[in-house]
């Protein structure tokens, strides 16, 4: 089955600064790669997603890219606010979703 | 719309009793999932559905959890007995089949004592 790396666990920045995920994924034959947002006692909302078919994916200050050949997709958010603060969650899928373990990314004021 | 719906919302229990989570998708949406949250876990798929149809339940942890979907707007999650160790969020999740998005609902949280 799929497996997913996620890294960093945890990611602490400056409001302003960017902020970058990265995950693996182990197999090639996935084929859609969503990214969740998860904020404390809440659901995980996608923010994000790409298709193995396209290289990168902007939505305002948020991007995704995606290396088919290394197996491996990152999110890149830009001017990071206090309302980014939040768990992120990678994922890829052959024919189910598999989650990374999650990003607990904080942003400082 | 309403969007997916799960309850309750919270759960405590004692050991060794039986725990019914319910569900039920957006409307029109053919495939269900349900999903177990800890710390230690992460998020993993447990079962999903397409069409009231279990298709993968390789990821239910034992024979105490069960799942149905007797029709297209309910799904349930049986545990029984309970033990401590599955203490954790389940949430559910649905998704049209022609699109890639799955919308989740706002979890339970079970907690056995």
């Known amino acids: 089955g799929e497996n997913v790396e996620q890294h960093p666990s945890t990611l602490s920045v400056q409001e302003g600064d960017s902020a970058v995920i990265k995950c693996t994924y182990s197999?090639?034959?996935?084929?859609?790669f969503p990214w969740y947002k998860q904020e404390l006692g809440k659901r995980p909302q996608l923010i994000i997603d790409?298709?193995?078919?396209?290289g990168e994916k902007k939505d305002q200050r948020i991007a995704v890219t995606l290396n088919k050949t290394a197996k491996h997709f990152s999110l890149h958010i830009t001017e990071t606010q206090p309302e980014d603060s939040a768990v992120y969650f990678c994922?890829?899928?052959?024919?189910?979703?598999?989650f990374g373990a999650g990003t607990t990314v904080t942003v400082r004021a | 719309d309403a969007g997916v719906i799960q309850s309750p919302r919270h759960e405590v229990t004692e050991m060794g009793q039986e725990v019914t989570l319910r569900c039920k998708p957006i409307?029109?949406?053919?495939?269900l999932f349900w999903y177990r949250q800890t710390m230690m876990r992460g998020l993993e798929l447990l079962i999903y559905f397409n069409n009231n149809v279990p298709i993968d339940d390789s990821g239910m942890p034992e024979d105490r959890f069960s799942a149905k979907m007797p029709n297209a707007s309910f799904s349930t999650l049986k545990i029984q007995p309970s033990e401590p160790r599955d203490s954790a969020v389940y949430f559910c999740a649905s998704k049209a089949g022609a699109t890639d998005t799955q919308y989740f609902g706002p979890g339970t949280r079970l907690t056995v004592l």
């Open positions: 197999d090639s034959a996935s084929n859609y």
């Open positions: 790409i298709r193995s078919n396209v």
């Open positions: 994922a890829a899928r052959d024919y189910k979703l598999s």
């Open positions: 409307s029109g949406h053919d495939y």
